[in-house]
Protein backbone atom coordinates (compact mmCIF):
# COMPACT_ATOMS: atom_id res chain seq x y z
CA UNK A 1 0.00 0.00 0.00
CA UNK A 2 2.69 2.56 0.98
CA UNK A 3 4.37 2.11 -2.32
CA UNK A 4 1.49 2.45 -4.43
CA UNK A 5 0.82 5.38 -3.06
CA UNK A 6 3.84 6.94 -3.10
CA UNK A 7 4.27 5.74 -7.01
CA UNK A 8 0.76 7.95 -7.30
CA UNK A 9 2.76 10.75 -5.71
CA UNK A 10 5.21 10.83 -7.64
CA UNK A 11 3.43 11.21 -10.59
CA UNK A 12 2.03 14.25 -9.26
CA UNK A 13 5.16 16.60 -8.75
CA UNK A 14 4.81 17.64 -12.54
CA UNK A 15 1.46 19.24 -11.57
CA UNK A 16 0.46 22.93 -11.21
CA UNK A 17 -0.98 24.30 -8.16
CA UNK A 18 -4.35 24.91 -9.86
CA UNK A 19 -4.27 21.17 -10.66
CA UNK A 20 -3.55 19.50 -7.34
CA UNK A 21 -6.30 21.98 -5.98
CA UNK A 22 -8.71 20.64 -8.76
CA UNK A 23 -7.73 17.17 -8.26
CA UNK A 24 -8.29 17.61 -4.44
CA UNK A 25 -11.81 19.38 -5.35
CA UNK A 26 -12.62 16.25 -7.49
CA UNK A 27 -11.74 13.83 -4.51
CA UNK A 28 -13.64 15.89 -2.21
CA UNK A 29 -17.02 15.51 -4.54
CA UNK A 30 -16.47 12.31 -4.93
CA UNK A 31 -16.35 11.61 -0.81
CA UNK A 32 -19.62 13.83 -0.29
CA UNK A 33 -21.00 11.92 -2.83
CA UNK A 34 -21.05 9.13 -0.40
CA UNK A 35 -18.22 6.53 -1.93
CA UNK A 36 -16.52 4.73 0.19
CA UNK A 37 -13.68 6.38 1.85
CA UNK A 38 -11.30 3.23 1.89
CA UNK A 39 -11.82 3.31 -2.06
CA UNK A 40 -10.54 6.55 -2.65
CA UNK A 41 -7.57 6.25 0.49
CA UNK A 42 -5.09 5.60 -2.12
CA UNK A 43 -5.59 8.89 -4.28
CA UNK A 44 -6.34 10.93 -1.19
CA UNK A 45 -3.10 10.01 0.58
CA UNK A 46 -1.09 10.56 -2.54
CA UNK A 47 -2.54 14.48 -2.73
CA UNK A 48 -1.52 14.55 0.93
CA UNK A 49 1.64 13.73 0.29
CA UNK A 50 2.69 15.52 -2.30
CA UNK A 51 0.82 18.55 -0.95
CA UNK A 52 3.18 18.11 2.13
CA UNK A 53 6.25 18.62 0.00
CA UNK A 54 5.33 21.34 -2.18
CA UNK A 55 4.20 23.50 1.19
CA UNK A 56 6.70 22.17 3.83
CA UNK A 57 9.58 20.44 1.53
CA UNK A 58 8.58 17.14 3.44
CA UNK A 59 7.02 14.05 2.64
CA UNK A 60 5.84 10.94 4.44
CA UNK A 61 8.00 8.00 4.45
CA UNK A 62 6.61 4.79 3.96
CA UNK A 63 6.33 3.95 8.05
CA UNK A 64 4.59 7.05 7.97
CA UNK A 65 1.98 6.15 5.44
CA UNK A 66 2.25 2.66 7.32
CA UNK A 67 0.91 4.64 10.72
CA UNK A 68 -1.28 6.83 8.32
CA UNK A 69 -3.07 3.69 7.40
CA UNK A 70 -3.58 2.31 10.85
CA UNK A 71 -4.87 5.99 11.76
CA UNK A 72 -7.60 5.94 9.23
CA UNK A 73 -9.24 2.52 10.14
CA UNK A 74 -9.51 3.45 13.45
CA UNK A 75 -6.48 1.95 15.74
CA UNK A 76 -3.81 3.88 18.27
CA UNK A 77 -0.25 4.18 15.69
CA UNK A 78 2.41 3.65 18.35
CA UNK A 79 5.27 5.49 16.84
CA UNK A 80 8.71 6.34 18.50
CA UNK A 81 9.35 10.18 19.31
CA UNK A 82 10.61 11.86 16.54
CA UNK A 83 9.24 9.34 13.65
CA UNK A 84 7.25 12.79 12.60
CA UNK A 85 3.56 12.17 14.09
CA UNK A 86 2.25 15.30 13.22
CA UNK A 87 3.29 14.79 9.79
CA UNK A 88 1.64 11.74 9.61
CA UNK A 89 -1.71 13.09 11.02
CA UNK A 90 -2.25 14.79 7.88
CA UNK A 91 -3.36 11.97 5.66
CA UNK A 92 -5.83 10.60 7.74
CA UNK A 93 -7.05 14.08 8.98
CA UNK A 94 -7.55 15.05 4.83
CA UNK A 95 -9.29 11.93 3.94
CA UNK A 96 -11.79 12.31 6.98
CA UNK A 97 -12.36 15.10 6.41
CA UNK A 98 -13.38 14.94 2.75
CA UNK A 99 -17.14 13.99 4.25
CA UNK A 100 -17.39 17.58 5.51
CA UNK A 101 -18.38 16.47 9.26
CA UNK A 102 -15.48 17.87 11.00
CA UNK A 103 -12.36 16.52 11.97
CA UNK A 104 -10.61 17.26 15.22
CA UNK A 105 -6.51 16.89 15.78
CA UNK A 106 -6.21 16.86 19.69
CA UNK A 107 -3.29 18.14 21.14
CA UNK A 108 -1.27 18.35 24.86
CA UNK A 109 -1.66 22.10 25.27
CA UNK A 110 -3.00 25.41 23.25
CA UNK A 111 1.02 25.78 21.82
CA UNK A 112 0.95 23.07 20.54
CA UNK A 113 -2.47 23.24 18.55
CA UNK A 114 -1.58 26.23 17.23
CA UNK A 115 1.65 25.15 16.31
CA UNK A 116 0.50 22.43 14.26
CA UNK A 117 -2.71 24.48 12.73
CA UNK A 118 0.00 26.95 11.63
CA UNK A 119 2.52 24.58 10.24
CA UNK A 120 -0.22 22.29 8.57
CA UNK A 121 -2.83 24.36 8.03
CA UNK A 122 -1.18 25.62 4.50
CA UNK A 123 -1.13 21.72 3.48
CA UNK A 124 -4.73 21.00 3.83
CA UNK A 125 -5.58 24.77 2.31
CA UNK A 126 -3.96 23.73 -0.70
CA UNK A 127 -6.11 20.96 -1.56
CA UNK A 128 -9.10 23.04 -0.83
CA UNK A 129 -10.08 22.52 2.81
CA UNK A 130 -10.49 24.79 5.80
CA UNK A 131 -8.30 24.90 8.90
CA UNK A 132 -8.42 26.67 12.26
CA UNK A 133 -7.39 25.66 15.74
CA UNK A 134 -9.64 26.61 19.46
CA UNK A 135 -7.79 27.74 22.31
CA UNK A 136 -8.23 28.58 26.18
CA UNK A 137 -8.98 32.57 25.70
CA UNK A 138 -11.41 32.71 22.27
CA UNK A 139 -14.87 33.61 22.25
CA UNK A 140 -17.89 31.51 21.43
CA UNK A 141 -17.95 33.64 18.12
CA UNK A 142 -14.69 32.29 17.36
CA UNK A 143 -15.22 29.33 18.41
CA UNK A 144 -18.01 28.56 16.65
CA UNK A 145 -16.20 29.38 13.52
CA UNK A 146 -12.95 27.20 14.09
CA UNK A 147 -15.31 23.99 14.64
CA UNK A 148 -17.12 25.12 11.22
CA UNK A 149 -13.83 24.64 9.94
CA UNK A 150 -12.75 20.92 8.00
CA UNK A 151 -9.83 20.63 10.57
CA UNK A 152 -9.77 22.17 14.16
CA UNK A 153 -6.92 21.46 16.10
CA UNK A 154 -7.41 21.48 20.10
CA UNK A 155 -7.24 19.99 23.29
CA UNK A 156 -8.87 17.62 25.28
CA UNK A 157 -9.56 20.08 28.02
CA UNK A 158 -11.44 23.01 25.24
CA UNK A 159 -13.23 20.55 23.75
CA UNK A 160 -15.02 18.86 26.82
CA UNK A 161 -15.82 22.57 28.28
CA UNK A 162 -16.96 23.16 24.60
CA UNK A 163 -19.21 20.09 24.81
CA UNK A 164 -20.62 21.34 28.02
CA UNK A 165 -21.18 24.52 27.60
CA UNK A 166 -23.56 23.88 24.49
CA UNK A 167 -25.33 21.13 26.42
CA UNK A 168 -26.08 23.91 28.95
CA UNK A 169 -27.18 26.11 26.33
CA UNK A 170 -29.81 24.13 24.96
CA UNK A 171 -31.28 22.65 27.98
CA UNK A 172 -31.75 19.57 29.31
CA UNK A 173 -34.56 18.63 26.02
CA UNK A 174 -32.78 20.44 23.14
CA UNK A 175 -30.76 17.58 21.64
CA UNK A 176 -33.80 15.91 20.57
CA UNK A 177 -34.13 12.21 19.41
CA UNK A 178 -31.21 10.36 18.04
CA UNK A 179 -32.82 10.78 14.40
CA UNK A 180 -32.79 14.47 14.78
CA UNK A 181 -29.08 14.70 16.06
CA UNK A 182 -28.24 12.29 13.14
CA UNK A 183 -29.94 14.80 11.18
CA UNK A 184 -28.08 18.01 12.39
CA UNK A 185 -24.61 16.75 12.08
CA UNK A 186 -25.33 15.45 8.28
CA UNK A 187 -26.29 18.63 7.48
CA UNK A 188 -23.51 20.73 10.10
CA UNK A 189 -26.43 22.12 11.68
CA UNK A 190 -26.37 23.35 15.36
CA UNK A 191 -28.63 24.94 17.62
CA UNK A 192 -28.44 28.31 18.34
CA UNK A 193 -25.72 29.43 20.63
CA UNK A 194 -23.54 26.42 20.09
CA UNK A 195 -20.10 26.35 19.20
CA UNK A 196 -19.86 22.31 18.36
CA UNK A 197 -21.91 20.42 15.32
CA UNK A 198 -20.88 16.88 15.78
CA UNK A 199 -18.02 14.47 16.96
CA UNK A 200 -17.22 12.62 13.58
CA UNK A 201 -13.59 11.94 13.95
CA UNK A 202 -11.44 12.52 16.39
CA UNK A 203 -7.19 11.87 16.17
CA UNK A 204 -5.98 12.01 19.21
CA UNK A 205 -1.58 13.03 19.56
CA UNK A 206 -0.34 11.17 22.92
CA UNK A 207 -3.43 9.39 23.29
CA UNK A 208 -2.74 7.03 25.96
CA UNK A 209 -1.64 10.34 28.25
CA UNK A 210 -5.58 11.54 27.31
CA UNK A 211 -7.50 8.27 26.90
CA UNK A 212 -5.49 6.64 30.20
CA UNK A 213 -3.64 8.83 32.29
CA UNK A 214 -6.24 11.34 32.31
CA UNK A 215 -9.39 8.85 31.97
CA UNK A 216 -10.75 9.57 35.51
CA UNK A 217 -10.27 13.63 35.25
CA UNK A 218 -13.73 15.01 35.52
CA UNK A 219 -14.36 18.15 33.08
CA UNK A 220 -16.45 20.53 35.35
CA UNK A 221 -18.33 23.66 34.74
CA UNK A 222 -18.68 24.81 38.19
CA UNK A 223 -21.08 27.31 40.11
CA UNK A 224 -19.68 29.75 42.34
CA UNK A 225 -20.77 29.54 45.80
CA UNK A 226 -19.86 32.52 47.83
CA UNK A 227 -17.73 32.06 51.01
CA UNK A 228 -19.15 33.88 54.44
CA UNK A 229 -17.03 34.89 57.05
CA UNK A 230 -17.57 31.80 58.91
CA UNK A 231 -16.56 29.25 56.66
CA UNK A 232 -13.57 30.81 55.95
CA UNK A 233 -12.71 31.04 59.55
CA UNK A 234 -13.55 27.17 59.71
CA UNK A 235 -11.20 26.34 57.22
CA UNK A 236 -8.23 28.37 59.00
CA UNK A 237 -9.15 26.78 62.04
CA UNK A 238 -9.51 23.39 60.89
CA UNK A 239 -6.09 24.21 59.27
CA UNK A 240 -4.23 25.27 62.72
CA UNK A 241 -5.63 22.37 64.71
CA UNK A 242 -5.14 19.15 62.20
CA UNK A 243 -1.37 19.54 63.02
CA UNK A 244 -1.85 18.90 66.89
CA UNK A 245 -4.52 16.00 66.06
CA UNK A 246 -2.77 12.42 66.82
CA UNK A 247 -2.44 10.10 64.38
CA UNK A 248 -4.20 6.48 65.24
CA UNK A 249 -5.43 7.98 68.42
CA UNK A 250 -7.19 11.32 67.21
CA UNK A 251 -7.49 10.59 62.93
CA UNK A 252 -6.59 7.71 60.95
CA UNK A 253 -4.56 8.54 57.23
CA UNK A 254 -4.66 6.46 53.98
CA UNK A 255 -1.96 7.74 52.23
CA UNK A 256 -2.76 5.21 49.21
CA UNK A 257 -6.42 6.35 49.09
CA UNK A 258 -5.00 9.90 50.23
CA UNK A 259 -8.25 9.81 52.97
CA UNK A 260 -8.87 10.37 56.65
CA UNK A 261 -11.13 10.11 59.30
CA UNK A 262 -11.76 11.12 62.78
CA UNK A 263 -11.31 8.85 65.54
CA UNK A 264 -14.28 8.74 68.50
CA UNK A 265 -11.49 9.81 70.43
CA UNK A 266 -10.43 12.98 67.70
CA UNK A 267 -13.91 13.70 67.62
CA UNK A 268 -14.33 14.31 71.82
CA UNK A 269 -10.84 16.00 71.09
CA UNK A 270 -12.46 18.47 68.81
CA UNK A 271 -15.38 19.19 71.10
CA UNK A 272 -12.81 20.23 74.03
CA UNK A 273 -11.09 22.62 72.16
CA UNK A 274 -11.65 26.36 72.10
CA UNK A 275 -13.36 28.04 69.30
CA UNK A 276 -13.62 31.36 67.59
CA UNK A 277 -17.04 32.56 68.82
CA UNK A 278 -18.12 32.74 64.92
CA UNK A 279 -17.80 28.86 64.75
CA UNK A 280 -20.63 28.35 67.34
CA UNK A 281 -23.56 27.92 65.10
CA UNK A 282 -21.51 25.93 62.96
CA UNK A 283 -22.74 21.84 62.50
CA UNK A 284 -20.86 19.68 64.59
CA UNK A 285 -20.65 17.62 61.54
CA UNK A 286 -19.27 20.47 59.24
CA UNK A 287 -16.66 20.62 61.67
CA UNK A 288 -15.94 17.59 61.92
CA UNK A 289 -15.66 17.01 58.04
CA UNK A 290 -13.80 20.36 57.63
CA UNK A 291 -10.98 18.59 59.88
CA UNK A 292 -10.93 15.72 58.07
CA UNK A 293 -9.97 17.78 55.00
CA UNK A 294 -7.60 19.87 56.60
CA UNK A 295 -6.15 16.60 57.54
CA UNK A 296 -6.05 15.34 53.60
CA UNK A 297 -4.67 18.91 52.80
CA UNK A 298 -1.77 18.53 55.63
CA UNK A 299 -0.81 15.12 54.99
CA UNK A 300 -1.65 14.01 51.78
CA UNK A 301 -0.71 17.06 49.22
CA UNK A 302 2.76 17.87 49.11
CA UNK A 303 3.97 21.62 47.78
CA UNK A 304 5.80 21.65 44.37
CA UNK A 305 5.01 18.01 44.08
CA UNK A 306 0.78 17.78 43.73
CA UNK A 307 0.62 21.85 43.99
CA UNK A 308 2.66 24.88 43.21
CA UNK A 309 1.99 27.91 44.94
CA UNK A 310 2.59 31.48 42.44
CA UNK A 311 1.22 34.71 42.86
CA UNK A 312 -0.62 34.14 45.74
CA UNK A 313 -2.69 31.41 44.01
CA UNK A 314 -2.52 27.24 44.83
CA UNK A 315 -1.61 26.05 40.97
CA UNK A 316 -2.74 22.23 40.58
CA UNK A 317 0.64 20.19 39.34
CA UNK A 318 -0.42 17.31 36.37
CA UNK A 319 1.24 14.60 37.38
CA UNK A 320 1.85 12.53 33.91
CA UNK A 321 3.16 16.05 32.25
CA UNK A 322 4.26 17.46 34.83
CA UNK A 323 2.92 20.79 33.73
CA UNK A 324 0.32 23.26 35.62
CA UNK A 325 -3.23 22.63 35.36
CA UNK A 326 -4.66 26.24 34.11
CA UNK A 327 -7.82 26.44 35.43
CA UNK A 328 -8.36 22.97 37.31
CA UNK A 329 -9.76 23.15 40.52
CA UNK A 330 -9.93 20.13 43.42
CA UNK A 331 -13.66 19.65 44.32
CA UNK A 332 -15.42 19.48 47.65
CA UNK A 333 -13.63 21.94 49.10
CA UNK A 334 -10.02 20.45 49.22
CA UNK A 335 -8.60 23.01 47.30
CA UNK A 336 -9.81 25.33 49.47
CA UNK A 337 -8.35 23.34 52.23
CA UNK A 338 -5.02 23.58 50.49
CA UNK A 339 -5.49 27.25 50.50
CA UNK A 340 -5.98 27.53 53.69
CA UNK A 341 -2.57 25.48 54.75
CA UNK A 342 -0.76 27.89 52.33
CA UNK A 343 -1.97 30.75 53.36
CA UNK A 344 -2.85 32.01 50.91
CA UNK A 345 -6.23 33.43 49.96
CA UNK A 346 -9.13 31.53 50.24
CA UNK A 347 -11.19 31.02 46.67
CA UNK A 348 -15.11 30.62 46.47
CA UNK A 349 -15.86 26.64 46.54
CA UNK A 350 -17.31 25.63 42.99
CA UNK A 351 -20.93 23.54 42.59
CA UNK A 352 -21.42 21.29 39.62
CA UNK A 353 -23.47 22.85 36.84
CA UNK A 354 -22.07 20.11 34.43
CA UNK A 355 -19.88 17.29 34.21
CA UNK A 356 -18.48 14.66 32.31
CA UNK A 357 -15.21 12.59 32.87
CA UNK A 358 -12.44 12.67 29.65
CA UNK A 359 -13.44 8.79 29.32
CA UNK A 360 -16.72 9.61 28.58
CA UNK A 361 -16.33 12.11 26.42
CA UNK A 362 -14.34 10.35 23.73
CA UNK A 363 -16.66 7.76 23.54
CA UNK A 364 -18.92 10.44 22.01
CA UNK A 365 -17.05 9.98 18.62
CA UNK A 366 -17.78 7.98 15.70
CA UNK A 367 -14.71 7.41 15.01
CA UNK A 368 -11.63 7.73 17.03
CA UNK A 369 -7.95 7.30 16.51
CA UNK A 370 -5.10 7.86 18.14
CA UNK A 371 -0.97 8.41 18.32
CA UNK A 372 1.55 7.18 21.10
CA UNK A 373 5.32 5.86 21.71
CA UNK A 374 3.75 3.88 24.50
CA UNK A 375 0.86 2.42 23.56
CA UNK A 376 1.69 -1.20 24.11
CA UNK A 377 1.20 -1.61 27.80
CA UNK A 378 -1.97 -0.61 27.60
CA UNK A 379 -3.15 -2.19 24.90
CA UNK A 380 -6.10 -4.41 26.59
CA UNK A 381 -7.76 -1.66 28.62
CA UNK A 382 -7.65 0.31 25.09
CA UNK A 383 -9.06 -2.02 23.49
CA UNK A 384 -12.01 -2.70 26.16
CA UNK A 385 -12.86 0.66 26.39
CA UNK A 386 -12.60 2.22 23.23
CA UNK A 387 -12.88 -0.49 21.12
CA UNK A 388 -8.88 0.85 19.59
CA UNK A 389 -6.51 -1.76 18.39
CA UNK A 390 -2.80 -0.74 18.81
CA UNK A 391 -0.60 -0.95 15.64
CA UNK A 392 3.09 -0.85 15.99
CA UNK A 393 5.27 1.10 13.50
CA UNK A 394 8.34 0.48 12.49
CA UNK A 395 10.81 3.49 12.92
CA UNK A 396 12.33 4.67 9.79
CA UNK A 397 15.96 4.52 10.90
CA UNK A 398 16.92 1.84 13.73
CA UNK A 399 16.95 2.82 17.55
CA UNK A 400 20.36 2.27 18.34
CA UNK A 401 19.38 3.51 22.29
CA UNK A 402 21.35 2.28 24.82
CA UNK A 403 19.71 1.04 28.44
CA UNK A 404 22.67 1.66 31.33
CA UNK A 405 22.20 -1.14 34.41
CA UNK A 406 20.32 0.14 37.30
CA UNK A 407 21.62 1.93 40.02
CA UNK A 408 20.07 1.58 43.83
CA UNK A 409 20.95 3.43 46.87
CA UNK A 410 19.55 2.82 50.30
CA UNK A 411 18.65 6.16 50.52
CA UNK A 412 17.86 9.76 49.11
CA UNK A 413 20.99 11.41 49.64
CA UNK A 414 23.39 8.72 48.23
CA UNK A 415 21.42 8.55 45.37
CA UNK A 416 21.44 12.52 44.84
CA UNK A 417 25.06 12.53 45.36
CA UNK A 418 25.63 9.17 42.69
CA UNK A 419 23.83 11.18 40.34
CA UNK A 420 25.52 14.54 40.54
CA UNK A 421 28.83 12.32 40.01
CA UNK A 422 26.83 10.77 37.15
CA UNK A 423 26.68 14.09 35.57
CA UNK A 424 29.83 15.61 36.07
CA UNK A 425 31.59 12.59 34.26
CA UNK A 426 29.01 12.85 31.24
CA UNK A 427 29.84 16.62 30.97
CA UNK A 428 33.77 15.33 30.53
CA UNK A 429 32.76 13.08 27.42
CA UNK A 430 30.82 16.06 25.76
CA UNK A 431 27.42 14.57 26.89
CA UNK A 432 24.34 16.37 27.13
CA UNK A 433 22.14 15.16 29.75
CA UNK A 434 18.56 14.91 30.57
CA UNK A 435 17.80 14.28 34.10
CA UNK A 436 14.30 13.45 34.61
CA UNK A 437 12.71 14.03 38.23
CA UNK A 438 9.09 12.75 39.26
CA UNK A 439 8.52 16.41 41.09
CA UNK A 440 9.19 20.07 41.38
CA UNK A 441 10.26 19.73 45.12
CA UNK A 442 13.14 16.90 43.36
CA UNK A 443 13.68 18.89 39.90
CA UNK A 444 14.80 22.26 42.56
CA UNK A 445 16.73 19.14 45.39
CA UNK A 446 18.95 18.42 42.52
CA UNK A 447 18.82 21.65 41.38
CA UNK A 448 20.67 22.67 44.62
CA UNK A 449 23.62 20.24 44.92
CA UNK A 450 24.67 20.74 41.52
CA UNK A 451 24.97 24.58 42.23
CA UNK A 452 27.18 23.85 45.40
CA UNK A 453 29.28 21.40 43.05
CA UNK A 454 29.79 24.09 40.68
CA UNK A 455 27.75 22.29 37.60
CA UNK A 456 25.88 24.46 35.29
CA UNK A 457 22.54 23.49 34.21
CA UNK A 458 19.09 24.50 33.85
CA UNK A 459 16.22 23.68 35.69
CA UNK A 460 12.24 23.03 33.25
CA UNK A 461 9.34 22.19 35.74
CA UNK A 462 5.98 24.32 36.24
CA UNK A 463 7.70 27.12 38.10
CA UNK A 464 9.57 27.72 34.27
CA UNK A 465 7.32 26.65 31.73
CA UNK A 466 7.64 29.97 30.13
CA UNK A 467 11.18 29.41 29.19
CA UNK A 468 10.39 25.92 28.14
CA UNK A 469 10.84 26.36 24.47
CA UNK A 470 14.60 28.28 24.86
CA UNK A 471 15.40 25.38 27.44
CA UNK A 472 14.22 22.29 25.38
CA UNK A 473 16.28 24.47 22.33
CA UNK A 474 19.65 24.58 23.66
CA UNK A 475 19.08 21.08 25.90
CA UNK A 476 21.30 18.86 23.11
CA UNK A 477 24.34 20.70 23.19
CA UNK A 478 27.49 19.93 24.68
CA UNK A 479 28.51 19.71 28.43
CA UNK A 480 24.50 20.62 28.97
CA UNK A 481 22.19 19.58 31.78
CA UNK A 482 18.68 20.08 31.81
CA UNK A 483 17.10 19.31 35.06
CA UNK A 484 13.06 18.56 34.00
CA UNK A 485 10.09 17.01 35.68
CA UNK A 486 7.87 15.11 33.18
CA UNK A 487 7.03 18.26 31.14
CA UNK A 488 10.42 17.09 29.10
CA UNK A 489 8.39 13.64 28.54
CA UNK A 490 6.01 14.39 25.70
CA UNK A 491 6.00 16.14 23.04
CA UNK A 492 9.40 17.42 23.63
CA UNK A 493 12.18 16.84 20.46
CA UNK A 494 15.72 17.59 21.55
CA UNK A 495 17.61 18.38 18.90
CA UNK A 496 21.45 17.29 19.68
CA UNK A 497 24.81 19.37 17.62
CA UNK A 498 27.32 17.38 16.27
CA UNK A 499 29.77 17.31 18.94
CA UNK A 500 27.23 15.38 20.99
CA UNK A 501 26.11 13.10 18.70
CA UNK A 502 29.91 11.92 17.91
CA UNK A 503 30.55 11.94 21.79
CA UNK A 504 27.46 9.10 22.17
CA UNK A 505 24.05 11.77 22.03
CA UNK A 506 21.78 12.40 24.88
CA UNK A 507 22.14 11.04 28.13
CA UNK A 508 18.89 10.50 29.97
CA UNK A 509 19.06 9.66 33.72
CA UNK A 510 15.75 8.39 35.64
CA UNK A 511 16.08 9.33 39.04
CA UNK A 512 12.72 7.67 40.03
CA UNK A 513 10.28 5.17 38.50
CA UNK A 514 6.62 6.67 37.99
CA UNK A 515 3.50 5.05 38.88
CA UNK A 516 2.98 4.26 35.42
CA UNK A 517 5.96 2.20 33.04
CA UNK A 518 4.50 4.24 30.47
CA UNK A 519 5.67 7.79 32.06
CA UNK A 520 8.72 6.56 32.33
CA UNK A 521 9.19 4.99 28.18
CA UNK A 522 7.98 8.52 27.57
CA UNK A 523 11.24 9.91 29.28
CA UNK A 524 13.87 6.92 27.86
CA UNK A 525 12.14 7.83 24.59
CA UNK A 526 13.84 11.66 24.56
CA UNK A 527 17.31 10.08 23.67
CA UNK A 528 18.56 8.52 20.26
CA UNK A 529 15.67 9.48 18.68
CA UNK A 530 15.81 8.95 14.46
CA UNK A 531 18.66 7.00 14.37
CA UNK A 532 20.39 9.29 16.81
CA UNK A 533 22.89 7.52 19.50
CA UNK A 534 21.72 7.94 22.83
CA UNK A 535 21.74 6.01 26.38
CA UNK A 536 19.71 5.62 29.62
CA UNK A 537 20.05 4.82 32.93
CA UNK A 538 17.73 4.85 36.26
CA UNK A 539 18.73 5.99 39.89
CA UNK A 540 16.37 4.51 42.90
CA UNK A 541 16.49 4.72 46.27
CA UNK A 542 14.41 3.10 49.05
CA UNK A 543 13.16 6.41 49.79
CA UNK A 544 11.55 7.36 46.55
CA UNK A 545 7.54 8.53 46.08
CA UNK A 546 6.83 5.06 44.34
CA UNK A 547 7.24 2.97 47.84
CA UNK A 548 4.71 5.67 49.35
CA UNK A 549 1.57 3.87 47.80
CA UNK A 550 3.01 0.49 49.76
CA UNK A 551 1.42 -0.53 52.71
CA UNK A 552 2.70 1.05 56.02
CA UNK A 553 4.37 -2.63 56.63
CA UNK A 554 6.10 -2.78 53.60
CA UNK A 555 7.75 0.32 53.57
CA UNK A 556 8.63 -0.44 57.48
CA UNK A 557 10.05 -3.78 56.16
CA UNK A 558 11.95 -1.67 53.18
CA UNK A 559 13.15 0.81 55.76
CA UNK A 560 14.80 -1.85 57.80
CA UNK A 561 16.87 -3.33 54.96
CA UNK A 562 18.10 0.22 53.81
CA UNK A 563 19.37 0.32 57.14
CA UNK A 564 20.84 -2.83 57.88
CA UNK A 565 22.83 -1.88 54.95
CA UNK A 566 26.29 -0.76 55.01
CA UNK A 567 26.83 -0.50 51.30
CA UNK A 568 26.50 2.89 49.66
CA UNK A 569 25.28 1.22 47.02
CA UNK A 570 22.84 -1.78 46.68
CA UNK A 571 22.59 -4.90 44.38
CA UNK A 572 20.76 -3.77 41.31
CA UNK A 573 18.56 -7.29 41.18
CA UNK A 574 16.73 -5.65 43.62
CA UNK A 575 15.39 -3.17 40.54
CA UNK A 576 12.06 -5.99 41.02
CA UNK A 577 10.67 -4.68 43.68
CA UNK A 578 10.38 -1.37 42.34
CA UNK A 579 8.65 -3.14 39.40
CA UNK A 580 5.99 -5.07 41.60
CA UNK A 581 5.10 -1.61 43.23
CA UNK A 582 4.32 0.09 39.94
CA UNK A 583 2.60 -2.99 38.53
CA UNK A 584 0.98 -2.92 42.18
CA UNK A 585 0.14 0.94 41.48
CA UNK A 586 -0.96 0.67 37.54
CA UNK A 587 -3.66 -2.33 38.52
CA UNK A 588 -5.16 -0.28 41.30
CA UNK A 589 -5.51 2.81 38.58
CA UNK A 590 -7.20 0.43 35.97
CA UNK A 591 -9.69 -1.04 38.29
CA UNK A 592 -10.80 2.45 39.67
CA UNK A 593 -10.77 3.36 35.49
CA UNK A 594 -12.80 -0.03 35.79
CA UNK A 595 -15.46 0.96 38.32
CA UNK A 596 -15.85 4.70 37.16
CA UNK A 597 -16.59 4.24 33.22
CA UNK A 598 -19.03 1.37 34.89
CA UNK A 599 -20.68 3.93 37.54
CA UNK A 600 -20.83 6.83 34.26
CA UNK A 601 -22.58 4.61 32.38
CA UNK A 602 -25.33 3.18 34.80
CA UNK A 603 -25.92 6.80 35.82
CA UNK A 604 -26.28 7.89 32.20
CA UNK A 605 -28.67 4.80 31.57
CA UNK A 606 -30.83 6.22 34.82
CA UNK A 607 -30.83 9.42 33.71
CA UNK A 608 -31.73 8.92 30.00
CA UNK A 609 -34.81 6.46 30.98
CA UNK A 610 -36.23 9.70 33.46
CA UNK A 611 -35.40 12.37 30.51
CA UNK A 612 -32.82 14.15 32.18
CA UNK A 613 -29.63 15.15 30.36
CA UNK A 614 -27.09 12.80 32.02
CA UNK A 615 -24.22 15.40 31.86
CA UNK A 616 -26.15 18.54 33.62
CA UNK A 617 -26.15 18.56 37.41
CA UNK A 618 -29.55 19.12 39.08
CA UNK A 619 -29.90 22.82 40.77
CA UNK A 620 -32.50 24.45 42.00
Not at 254 to 279: F, N, Q, V, W
Request: hydrophobic share 35%; charged share 30%; proline share 3%.
Amino acid sequence: MANDIIARAEKLRDITEEELLKQGREIHWQAKSAKDLTEILPDAFALAREASRRVLGMEQYPVQIMGACALFEGHIAEMQTGEGKTLTAVMPSYLRALRGRGVHVITVNDYLAQRDADQMGPVYKALGLTVSCVTAEMEPEERRAAYACDITYCTAKELGFDFLRDRLRSGTDAHGTNIEKKARSLFNKHDDGQVQRGHYFALIDEADSILIDEARTPLIIGLLKSNDSSAVTLMRWSQRICKNLKPVEDYIFDPERRSAYLTDAGCRHLMLIKKPTILDKVETQKIYTQVERALIAQYGFQRDRDYVVADDKVHIVDESTGRIMEGRKWQDGLHQAIEAKEMVPITAATGQAARITVQEFFRHYTHLSGMTGTAQTARRELKKTFHLKVAVIPTNKRCIRKGLPTRLFPTLKAKWEAVASEIERMREMNRAVLLGTPSVEASEAVSQLLLVRGVPHQVLNAHYHEQEAEIVKEAGHAKRVTIATNMAGRGTDILLDETVRGAGGLHVIATEMHTSDRIDRQLLGRAARQGDPGSYQFFLSWEDELFRSLSSTEQERLKRKAEKSSKAELSAHMHRLFKAAQRKIQKAHRKNRKQLLKHEQQRNRMYLQMGIDPYLELTE
